[in-house]
């Protein structure tokens, strides 16, 4: 059974490249449907050709990704802030731990279906 449905993949699409899936987030059968419905979620399945999308598991990828893109914007800004003025350690903790939350839950709702 499984055989027979990778002859009619092959039969209907031409297969994209993984570097094709990597950069351009598009579905690997057919590579025209989305990937990602949010910047790190896959989605369901395709739009184009309805391949289910259940077999694809991050794991924790996506959350390591967050963490480490946030923590060099906000190291970066912290660094920045500290070297310029000097200001006094509640300054830091006031700014960067509310920064950190707010990037870390707009990303979780970010919607790049228009991109
Ligand atoms: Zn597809």
């Not at 490249?17 to 790190?40: A, H, W, Y």
């Amino acid at each position: 059974m499984a055989r027979r449905k990778k002859i009619e993949d092959e039969a209907l699409y031409l297969a994209p490249t993984p570097m094709q899936v990597g950069l351009r987030g598009c579905c690997p059968r057919c590579g025209e449907g989305k990937l990602f419905v949010s910047v790190l979620k896959p989605g369901k399945s395709c739009m184009n050709c309805e391949l289910d999308f259940e077999f694809i598991d991050s794991g924790d990828g996506p959350a390591v990704f967050v963490i480490l893109i946030i923590g060099f914007f906000v190291t970066a800004l912290a660094m920045t802030l500290q070297t310029s003025y000097a200001p006094p350690i509640w300054v830091h903790m006031l700014l960067w731990i509310r920064l950190i939350s707010i990037l870390s839950i707009c990303q979780r709702y970010y919607d790049c279906s228009s991109i």
